[in-house]
């Protein structure tokens, strides 16, 4: 079945370490995307990529960076720099940028003591 | 900039009532409109959508009218079920432009009793 993976479900990290979400879907999407979700609270975009080789910072991107160096994978690496990494992260993609919906990984919850 | 706002939450009923969940958007243009479900622990599965002034958006027997005289696209059901029980996010987005970004509303947690 087509669809979006995100490994691994549950993520648990000591303060000041790099750590790295895996994305990688196999619906042929064009563009993909990350987001964070803190409880009780809506998705905020962190970053976006329309094409392979090419991505623009959302609206939260401190402390982030990303990749896409294949159509299918888009990993997101939360520094040291980020002030608060705990929190859940979604993963989405759409068929080309500007196409209407969404479609959604089933996320990573990430915890950094 | 673009916005969603929700009726905030959470809300509770009980099985077979009838559900309504405001959403309000403020947008330039015609985006298209959506209502997203989110149940515990998982991510975002596409509920219904609406591209244009006055279309219907509808499944599993939930229907959002878009509203384009009131910038609005509330989520209805008849009669909920126990299963329904979940957040409901609402969001816009245009075609081809804006590089597919979508604007989500901070979501709406429905709980549903027995």
């Known amino acids: 079945d087509g669809g979006i993976t995100q490994s691994p479900k549950y993520l648990f990290r000591k303060e000041g370490q790099n750590v790295t979400l895996s994305c990688e879907q196999n619906l042929n999407h064009d563009a993909m995307y990350w987001y964070r979700q803190d409880p009780g609270q809506g998705l905020r975009l962190i970053y976006y990529?329309?094409?392979?080789?090419?991505?623009q910072k959302g609206d939260i991107a401190e402390g982030y960076s990303v990749s896409r160096e294949k159509k299918e994978s888009f990993p997101l690496t939360v520094t040291s720099a980020q002030k608060n990494p705990t929190a859940f992260y979604l993963c989405?993609?759409?068929?080309?940028?500007?196409?209407?919906?969404?479609?959604f990984g089933p996320g990573t919850r990430l915890t950094v003591t | 900039g673009n916005s969603v706002t929700q009726m905030e939450g959470p809300v509770t009923l009980s099985e077979e009532a009838f559900l309504t969940i405001n959403c309000t958007y403020t947008?330039?243009?015609?985006?298209?409109l959506f209502w997203y479900v989110q149940y515990p622990g998982e991510g975002l599965q596409l509920l219904l959508k609406a591209t244009k002034a006055d279309d219907k958006g509808s499944n599993k027997g939930f229907e959002a009218t878009y509203r384009k005289e009131t910038t609005s696209f509330h989520l209805e059901k008849g009669s909920v079920q126990v299963s329904d029980s979940a957040v409901y996010f609402c969001?816009?987005?245009?075609?081809?432009?804006?590089?597919?970004?979508?604007?989500f509303g901070d979501g709406t947690t429905l709980t549903v009793k027995p």
């Open positions: 989405a993609s759409s068929p080309q940028a500007g196409s209407y919906e969404q479609y």
């Open positions: 969001a816009l987005s245009y075609l081809n432009t804006n590089a597919g970004k979508s604007t």
């Open positions: 947008a330039t243009g015609y985006p298209s």
């Open positions: 990529s329309q094409i392979v080789n090419d991505f």
